[in-house]
């Protein structure tokens, strides 16, 4: 990640939940402008902990950053609250498709609107439309009554009604069926590229992310075990074993097991 510029910089950050509770144990992640950066782990990582730290999220759930620093844009934001890090330009969309239920879906866009501006509302809604043509077709339907994929298209759609340079996406794919993925998927590459939207993606479905990232991250029990290019991720045995499934190690092993496996392995032979 040497050289590129970095919209965001986490620098070994340590979180705590309630005071007493340490699930981050010193995590830095870096995103280039421009770019799209994977966190993959398994459940319970801490993935979703790391981007509430961000979108200062976390202080809603008794969560804090107890050392270490957030850099955006080369401005210190982790002792700022959710509203003024949204205002810099930072969003995320929480896991769980969560729309409000009982607006439209072009209700729940427009409540993203509020968050930040800078475009008008009208200008706002084009585009989400012009990505998402499905939530134009759907725009008067109860967002609690579309399918999962719409929700999850809304959530998204409502995220870009902020504006944002950064959007801190976590597990887009969750539940929804493969083809839906892929045209999710698809539009997050196009926000990327066309709309210059800088974005770190959380996913459990390693296979997805690293099609999408060129740059990736694996999180462990609150710690990063591993950083490289996707490419080298793909071809890494140990990220084979457990986060592709290409081959049989035997169950669903924690990466660090895979690790020790492995390690034995080398003993015996
Ligand atoms: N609000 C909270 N209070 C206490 N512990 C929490 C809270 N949120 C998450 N945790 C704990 O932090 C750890 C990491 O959770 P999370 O960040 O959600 O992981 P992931 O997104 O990788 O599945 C888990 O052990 C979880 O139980
Ligand atoms: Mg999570």
Redesign the pocket.
Same mark, same amino acid.
């Given at each position: 990640m040497a050289g590129a510029e970095a919209i965001l910089k986490i620098n070994n950050i340590e979180v705590k939940?309630?005071e007493v509770?340490l !699930?981050l144990k010193g995590v830095s992640i870096e995103v280039p402008r421009g770019g799209i950066v994977a966190l993959l *782990? @398994?459940? +319970? @990582? +801490? /993935?979703?902990?790391?981007l /509430?730290a961000v979108s200062g999220l976390l202080k809603h759930? #008794? *969560?804090e950053v107890t050392d270490g620093s957030i850099e955006f844009m080369g401005e210190r934001i982790d002792r700022l609250g959710p509203e003024k890090i949204a205002k810099k330009g930072i969003v995320q969309v929480i896991?769980g498709r969560r729309v409000f239920e009982h607006l439209t879906v072009e209700q729940n866009l427009k409540v993203g609107a509020h968050l930040r501006g800078g475009k008008s509302v009208k200008e706002g809604l084009e585009m989400v439309y012009n990505y998402f043509p499905r939530l134009r077709e759907k725009r008067n339907e109860t967002a609690g009554f579309v399918s999962g994929g719409e929700q999850q298209m809304t959530v998204v759609g409502r995220a870009l009604m902020t504006n944002p340079k950064l959007v801190l996406l #976590?597990e887009p794919s969750m539940g929804l069926a493969p083809l839906l993925i892929h045209e999710i998927f698809n539009i997050i590459t196009r926000l990327n590229r066309e709309e210059n939207i800088s974005i770190l993606l !959380?996913e459990q479905n390693a296979k997805l992310a690293l099609n999408v990232a060129p740059h990736a991250y694996v999180?462990e029990n +609150?710690r990063i075990v591993m950083d490289d290019t996707a490419e080298k991720l793909r071809e890494n045995p140990d990220i084979k074993d457990f986060y592709l499934g290409l081959t049989d190690v035997g169950g669903r092993k924690s990466f660090r097991d895979v690790k020790h496996y492995k390690r034995r392995k080398r003993w015996l032979t």
């Open positions: 939940y309630h509770i !699930v *782990g @398994a459940n +319970g @990582a +801490g /993935k979703s902990t790391t /509430k759930e #008794d *969560g896991e #976590d !959380v999180m +609150g």
